[in-house]
């Protein structure tokens, strides 16, 4: 009882009570609205970088696939983004480089694979890149 009649008698103390909190509310409130903007692009990050991993080792398995006379940069960019359903957000680049061009006391046997996977997000430009040996078969 004497709680309520103190109320009723600080109208004014209650007021600025009311609009100090309302205002470390609305504080907090721009602040955990932030960090979920934070997280969702950090989500959208996340799944971007795994579908450029997708699409190297999508590429790479397909160069497993074909004879060692077909394995050239040429043949692989042609037609690169109807062949992978790439989408329109990535760019790949194949290199192609023969061991014996870097070392040539080496017989032509192995081909080095460079795919590089490229996407832009928040106008800030990632890639991925993948290396691997393609062994001529005998």
Do not use: H, W
């Not at 470390?24 to 450029?52: H, K």
């Amino acid at each position: 009882m004497k709680f309520l009649k103190k109320c009723k008698e600080n109208k004014a103390a209650m007021g600025v009570d009311i609009a100090v909190s309302l205002i470390v509310l609305s504080l907090f409130a721009g602040l955990i609205a932030s960090m979920f903007v934070e997280i969702f692009y950090q989500n959208i990050s996340i799944r971007m970088n795994a579908m450029a991993v997708n699409y190297a080792i999508i590429i790479l398995e397909d160069t497993d696939r074909l004879p060692y006379a077909e394995v050239t940069t040429e043949n692989l960019m042609g037609n690169i983004r109807e062949r992978y359903l790439m989408s329109d957000n990535y760019t790949a680049n194949i290199e192609v480089t023969n061991y014996s061009d870097i070392d040539s006391t080496k017989a032509d046997i192995i081909k080095i694979v460079k795919v590089t996977i490229s996407y832009e997000l928040q106008d800030e430009n990632y890639s991925f890149t993948v290396e691997k040996l393609k062994i001529k078969e005998m």
